[in-house]
C-alpha cells in the first residue's frame, strides 16, 4: 500500500487530486490518501444543495460548498476533520461494503482509546451512539474509492448551523441527509491524545495502517505528485469542484415558494429550478405595478439561481415599474435569499 498526504487545505482541490488519482493512479498497490481542509460543506452527487445547506450563512463565514462523485448525504468539514480515502481495484472488492475499508480505521481508533468506535447502519462509524464518520463510495472503469471523514475536533455548532435549510417552502427529488448527532473523536481517545492536532492524528493512523514506529519508516511508501500530475488537478479543479455548473446544475429538479411583505404589499413567487438555472417563475400578490409582471418572469426564465446572476438579468430594469414601492434589491432577496 502507498498513501498520499495532500498538502492543501481546499476541498476543491483535495476531491479534484482523489478523482485524478482514481483515473491515473497504477494499482498495483492499494493507495490511501489523507487530507485536511478549512471549513467546507460536501454535499453528495444525487443532492440538492439548496435543501442541505443554508447558502446565505455559508457565503457569510467563508464555507467553501462542492459536490463530490460520490453518493450519501452532506458533511461538514473543518481543519478539525481528517478525511481519508481508499483507492483499489474495484475486481478485488465489494461496492457497498464499508465494513471492509473502515476496518483498518477502526482497530487504529481502538489502539488510540477509542475502544467503542464501531460501524454502525449503512455507511457510519459511530461511538457512544453519535456519529463522528460518515462514508461513501465511487466506482469508474473498475476502480473505485471508499472514503470518509473522521470528525477529530470540529465545530460542532458550524455542523449543525450551516446543515440546516433556512426557512423555505422547497421541494423536488434528491437524496437528504440524515441528521443524527454528531461527536467528536478526541474526547474518546487516550489522555496522551487529548492535545492532538490533525496532522498528528493523521499520523497516528498511518503508523498504525503501516504498522510501523516512525513516518520515516515509512517514507519511501508516499506517493509523489509530478508537476504534470499537479497542473491535470488544476484542470479538474476549474472544470468541476470549482465549476457552479459542476456544484449547482447537477442539482434534482426543483420547486420553491418564496413570499415576503413590502410596502407595496405581499409578494408571493413560485419558482422552478432545473439544472440549476430558473424553468418557470409565477408571481402573485396584491402589489400594484404599471408594467405587465410576465416581463419580469419572461427575463429570469433560463437564469442562473443565484444572486448575481438575478442582478444580471435585472440590470437597467426598474423593478418599481412592476412591483410599486419595492426596490430591486428587495425583489431579489426575495427570490433567492
Not at 498520499?4 to 481546499?10: A, E, I, K
Not at 472514503?147 to 434528491?174: C, F, I, Y
Not at 497516528?204 to 509523489?224: N, P, R, V
Request: hydrophobic share 40%; proline share 2%.
Amino acid at each position: 500500500m502507498h498513501y498520499v498526504l495532500m498538502p492543501s487545505l481546499d476541498i476543491r482541490r483535495n476531491l479534484a487530486t482523489e478523482q485524478y488519482l482514481l483515473n491515473q493512479y497504477s494499482l498495483e498497490e492499494p493507495l490511501i490518501l489523507f487530507y485536511i481542509q478549512k471549513p467546507c460543506v460536501i454535499v453528495g452527487r444525487n443532492q440538492n444543495v439548496r435543501a442541505e445547506v443554508d447558502l446565505s450563512y455559508a457565503k457569510e463565514h467563508g464555507i467553501t460548498i462542492t459536490r463530490r462523485l460520490s453518493g450519501g448525504g452532506a458533511v461538514y468539514d473543518d481543519l478539525g476533520n481528517l478525511s481519508f480515502s481508499f483507492v483499489v481495484n474495484a475486481d478485488h472488492e465489494a461496492f457497498g461494503d464499508f465494513k471492509l475499508f473502515t476496518k483498518p480505521i477502526i482497530e487504529a481508533l481502538h489502539a488510540m482509546g477509542a475502544v467503542d468506535a464501531q460501524v454502525s447502519g449503512r455507511n457510519d462509524l459511530m461511538i457512544d451512539g453519535k456519529k463522528f464518520s460518515g462514508n461513501a463510495m465511487y466506482i469508474k472503469n473498475k476502480k473505485m474509492y471508499s472514503h470518509g471523514t473522521l470528525m477529530l475536533d470540529v465545530n460542532l455548532e458550524e455542523v449543525s448551523r450551516v446543515l440546516t435549510v433556512s426557512e423555505k417552502k422547497l421541494a423536488g427529488k434528491g437524496t437528504k441527509s440524515v441528521r443524527g448527532r454528531v461527536t467528536n473523536l478526541k474526547p474518546y481517545l487516550k489522555e496522551e491524545y487529548q492535545t492532538i492536532t490533525t496532522e498528528e492524528f493523521r499520523n497516528q493512523l498511518l503508523l498504525h495502517l503501516f504498522d510501523a514506529a516512525s513516518m520515516d519508516e515509512i517514507a519511501s511508501k508516499e506517493y509523489q505528485l509530478t508537476a504534470a500530475d499537479e497542473e491535470a488537478i488544476d484542470q479538474l479543479v476549474a472544470e468541476i469542484y470549482g465549476n457552479e455548473d459542476w456544484v449547482f446544475g447537477e442539482e434534482p429538479r426543483f420547486t420553491i415558494k418564496r413570499e415576503a411583505k413590502f410596502t407595496g404589499g405581499l409578494l408571493e413567487a413560485n419558482i422552478s429550478v432545473e439544472k440549476g438555472r430558473i424553468s418557470s417563475i409565477m408571481i402573485f400578490g396584491d402589489y400594484f405595478g404599471q408594467k405587465e409582471t410576465k416581463e419580469i418572469a419572461a427575463l429570469l426564465v433560463g437564469c442562473r439561481y443565484e444572486r448575481s446572476a438575478l442582478e444580471k438579468a435585472l440590470k437597467g430594469i426598474s423593478i418599481e415599474d412592476y412591483f410599486n414601492h419595492v426596490s430591486k434589491a428587495e425583489f431579489i432577496q426575495l427570490l433567492v435569499d
